[in-house]
């Protein structure tokens, strides 16, 4: 199993331009996240999905959109990148029994340079 | 609300020395605690975690954590650091007997010298 996948490995945006990360699991998970750390600031959450078609906003939300259209994908999308959004992005997901203590798995992550 | 408090952005042992990585939480009904590891240019692994069973928790690699809930506290030891040890450690949270999303520390650099 190849576990969590993300694509691309590292991107550099001019400001303004738009992209898409595109995240991908294999382990049948249910629920699935976006997470972007900066130094300093540990991870925070910016989108999530407890399924097929579903979406929920994190903490940090505002300038990213998600979509889930099939349960082993989850997508994060830049509009229009601005330099702030900088930072490294980290895809996860766990089986989704719908309690708290399951075990997230995370993808190697995607580095992004806004300029 | 919930939060992880991590006391100590880097933390600097020797070889063989304890290893001690503080977190404290905050937490309005019984938390399950996850400590994390970051290699470089990785993402994030499970160490270990409390989900209310034994309130010491042995993870991988010789770490282990103990709950102590009238500290909040959920510290990270190892008895003997290893080179390979050299690594960012995240605490997190999530609350709730229902599901809740994980809350994580802004994390420690555990740096080993020979």
Known sequence: ?115 | AQSVTQLGSHVSVSEGALVLLRCNYSSSVPPYLFWYVQYPNQGLQLLLKYTSAATLVKGINGFEAEFKKSETSFHLTKPSAHMSDAAEYFCAVSEGSGYSTLTFGKGTMLLVSP
Not at chain 1, 5 to 12: N, S
Not at chain 1, 14 to 36: F, I
Not at chain 1, 60 to 89: C, H, I, M, W
Request: proline letters at 4%; aromatic letters at 12%.
């Open chain 1, 1 to 115: 199993n190849a576990g969590v996948t993300q694509t691309p490995k590292f991107r550099v945006l001019k400001t303004g331009q738009s992209m898409t990360l595109l995240c991908a699991q294999d382990m049948n998970h249910e629920y699935m996240y976006w997470y972007r750390q900066d130094p300093g600031m540990g991870l925070r959450l910016i989108h999530y999905s407890v399924g097929e078609g579903t979406t929920a906003k994190g903490e940090v939300p505002d300038g990213y959109n998600v979509s889930r259209l099939k349960k082993q994908n989850f997508l994060l999308g830049l509009e229009s990148a601005a330099p702030s959004q900088t930072s490294v992005y980290f895809c996860a997901s766990s089986y989704g029994l719908g309690r708290g203590g399951e075990t997230q798995y995370f993808g190697p992550g995607t580095r992004l340079l806004v300029l």
